[in-house]
């Protein structure tokens, strides 16, 4: 009995804690405007200094119904500006409370609020967003690096508004100035080119930037202007051979990872460098031979010298955090340093204990920590000269194997584009990749709904196929199912359609690979190429067909599934007279292959396509002003002569 019972007491209770909260909520939804508004002051006084008032409004479902009167036009600006000021109220409890708020997207509306003519209004909706923004529980990328809110700032004349500011007496307001513009200009190059041609006081911003990151001006400035002008050069609104960032932005950057900066400067400092120079190999072999930067970067990973010694436990964590921060902003900048120059790789390889730093790095507890290792190892594994030494003597292969298992996608994508590389056919930890079962992950990963990791499993697949043994082929095809490799043939993204026929090149070589898997998967494959040379695809991905063609008609007995199908002979046909010189030369290939007369039935083969009318054709392309189609021509006339 006492189980029965112990419901209704629970219920009963909280009944009492509500029924006192329920009727301030029941009030917001009155038809009468005035009765409405009076009902959300007396919430707001209800809930100021009163955490438990506050969460039992919000569990009612009060904020809600706030936003909606806040955005609607119909409400009075008295009316709005009191709801704002009850949501902000809200905000001030505990971080619940935070959360409850920015699942019902509080942010969005507040920020419209900002348009209103009415300044109360306009300052209610501030202190909220600030009461919002100041709290950990909230991500930092929800306001202004959001393209929407850049958008929605840029629009109402944020640039122009704020650019006079830069040039105010007072340096609070400067600074807050140019923090605007910094996250203003990220990633948008609407805004990015927009700045370069603002002046004030008949001087353009990015000279004024300029002026700013000197020597002489508070590090917190120069750091600021730097990510100014390194979001303006990478929307392409400053080139990146300019004098203002060879000369100044890049020089500053890599000034705040000298070990007299403060920690977090050098952190702010590497990342902003590793950014700017991402895509230019120009600006990372300049930043690699300034100061000594790859050396520099070395003593990211020297902090705290002794963990062990510090025993409170508030400054371990702190000091466990920037520790973090320094190797993910490391990891950052090697990467950005050596994604195109060979020379630089080997220099950062060759730096104290560089790639036992990256492998413990891929077991960081830190998930930034990781994705930054593994972002600097992908960097690193397009060295042919590392994948044969460094990578090999660390066996590198074994933590990226490990990183792959129940990863984020983020971590994914990057640890298996690092993957293809390491299967490419010169690379030592080809084989023992093999053996730790990577087949049947990878096979997993073109099955994914993310794009990157489809394209990066079938592209690590396609390598791991190139000159293999046909036990490695049968697996492969196994793990994929022909229904898969049909799904990935019909992809609507093209990388992935490439890819799928590069691996099915690779399959499909050496004779009797290719004859043992057309009699296994014959029937299937000839239909996918015919689907493509049939469909609206561009020229590459008819090439790479035709191509598979030309290796098919290459088998002994795998050539028989050209010849018995004229729908395909046909299709070859057709492109042999095609406009383009690519497709034309391809399907020269498959009729090469399958009239060369020192092959059993030669000569059945030969008479068949003469009498489809090959040989004219041959005859007329003997005659192309194409050394390759003509000497194509005359190699494939020679064998019905001979």
Request: one cysteine or more.
């Amino acid at each position: 009995m006492a189980c029965v019972l112990e419901a209704p007491l629970r219920m009963s209770v909280l009944s009492e804690v509500t029924a006192s909260s329920r009727h301030y909520v029941d009030r917001l939804f009155d038809l009468d405007p005035q009765k409405v508004l009076q009902g959300v002051i007396d919430m707001k006084n209800a809930v100021i200094g009163n955490n438990k008032q506050k969460a039992n409004l919000i569990v009612l479902g009060a904020v809600p119904r706030l936003l909606y009167l806040l955005q609607q036009e119909t409400s009075s600006t008295e009316l709005r500006t009191e709801c704002a000021v009850v949501l902000g109220s809200l905000a001030m409890g505990t971080e619940n409370n935070v959360k409850s708020l920015l699942d019902c997207h509080i942010i969005p509306a507040l920020l419209q609020g900002l348009l209103s003519p009415d300044l109360k209004f306009i300052e209610a909706c501030l202190r909220c967003l600030r009461t919002i923004f100041i709290s950990p529980v909230t991500p930092e990328d929800l306001l202004y690096t959001g393209p929407d809110h850049q958008t929605i700032l840029f629009n109402h004349g944020a640039v122009q508004n704020i650019a006079h500011l830069l040039v105010s007496t007072s340096y609070k307001v400067r600074m807050q100035a140019l923090k605007c513009f910094s996250v203003l200009a990220f990633e948008n190059p609407q805004v990015s080119m927009t700045l370069v041609n603002v002046s004030v006081d008949g001087e353009l911003l990015p000279q004024i930037f300029v002026k700013m990151l000197q020597r002489d001006k508070p590090i917190e400035m120069q750091l600021t202007s730097a990510k100014c002008l390194t979001s303006m050069c990478r929307a392409g609104a400053i080139r990146t051979d300019d004098p203002c960032i060879i000369l100044k932005t890049l020089p500053c950057l890599v000034r705040m990872c000298s070990k007299d900066r403060l920690l977090e400067e050098r952190v702010e400092g590497a990342e902003t460098l590793a950014y700017l120079i991402e895509t230019d190999v120009e600006l990372q072999r300049m930043a690699s031979i300034t100061d000594h930067l790859i050396v520099m970067l070395a003593d990211y990973f020297k902090y705290p010298s002794s963990v062990s010694a510090i025993t409170d436990i508030k400054r371990l964590d702190h000091d466990l955090k920037h520790a973090h921060e320094l190797r993910q902003a490391a990891f950052k900048l090697y990467a950005s340093l050596g994604a195109n120059d060979e020379d630089i790789r080997k220099k950062i390889i060759e730096t104290e204990n560089m790639m036992d730093r990256i492998v413990n790095g891929l077991s960081e507890s830190s998930i930034k920590v990781r994705l930054a290792a593994v972002r600097c190892l992908h960097s690193l594994s397009r060295s042919v000269q590392q994948l044969r030494t460094s990578f090999q003597d660390h066996a590198v292969w074994k933590p990226l194997m490990k990183v792959l298992q129940n990863a984020p996608n983020e971590i994914l994508v990057v640890a298996s584009s690092t993957l293809c590389n390491l299967l490419l056919e010169f690379s030592p930890s080809k084989e023992p990749i093999l053996e730790s079962g990577a087949i049947e992950l990878l096979c997993s990963l073109t099955q994914s709904e993310n794009l990157a990791l489809r394209v990066n499993g079938i592209w690590a697949l396609m390598n791991m196929a190139f000159q293999a043994e046909q036990k490695i082929k049968s697996d492969i095809l196994r793990g994929l199912s022909t229904e898969q490799l049909f799904q990935l043939l019909s992809d609507s993204d093209v990388n992935v359609l490439m890819k799928t026929l590069g691996l099915l090149r690779n399959l499909l070589s050496t004779r009797p690979h290719i004859d043992h898997i057309m009699s296994t998967h014959g029937k299937q494959i000839m239909q996918a190429v015919t689907l493509i040379l049939e469909g609206e695809h561009n020229i590459e991905v008819k090439e790479q067909t035709l191509c598979i063609l030309a290796n098919i008609a290459d088998g002994t007995t795998a050539k028989e599934l050209i010849m018995t199908n004229d729908d395909i002979l046909q299709k070859i046909k057709y492109y042999m007279s095609h406009s383009n010189a690519k497709l034309q030369l391809a399907a020269m290939f498959c009729i090469s292959n399958l009239i060369w007369n020192e092959e059993e039935g030669s000569q059945e083969r030969q008479d068949k396509l003469r009498d489809m009318g090959i040989v004219d054709i041959l005859h007329k392309l003997s005659q192309s002003s194409d050394p390759n189609l003509c000497d194509k021509a005359k190699t494939a006339l020679q064998q019905y002569l001979a």
